[in-house]
């Protein structure tokens, strides 16, 4: 069965820092782009992030852009959001995706086919 599995969510004061984690199992990431997307309540899932397959280029949203980094360890399995400078307003269920895809990524919702359950990240004080 293939599966994303997030974590590294919680609880965390403003201006803090948290490492969100997404492990793939039943195949390997090599040829994927992987994405990480967040959805507050009452609005709509966005993409924040992503990372291709081929030469590992990024891409990131406006809102988190300098304060957001993502990391693909291949030998693990497992890309990784490290978060800081976090804000109230970076409260949401934060989600990681994959796809098969070559060339640069892509951080809309639609470019994705297989999504992990999601992991809360709370930003305050």
């Known amino acids: 069965q293939l599966r994303l599995v997030e974590s590294g969510g919680g609880l965390v004061q403003p201006g803090g820092s948290l490492r969100l984690s997404c492990a793939a199992s039943?195949?390997?990431?090599?040829?994927?782009?992987i994405g990480w997307f967040r959805q507050a309540p009452g609005k709509e899932r966005e993409g924040i992030s992503c990372?291709?397959?081929?030469?590992?280029?990024?891409d990131y949203a406006d809102s988190v852009k300098g304060r957001f980094t993502i990391s693909r360890d291949n030998a693990k399995n497992t890309v990784y959001l490290e978060m800081s400078s976090l804000k109230p307003e970076d409260t949401a269920v934060y989600y990681c995706?994959?796809?098969?895809?070559?060339?640069?990524?892509?951080?809309?919702?639609?470019?994705?086919?297989?999504w992990g359950q999601g992991t809360q990240v709370t930003v305050s004080s």
């Open positions: 995706a994959s796809v098969v895809r070559y060339g640069l990524c892509k951080m809309h919702i639609y470019e994705y086919d297989l």
């Open positions: 039943g195949f390997t990431l090599d040829y994927y782009a």
């Open positions: 990372i291709s397959s081929s030469d590992d280029s990024t």
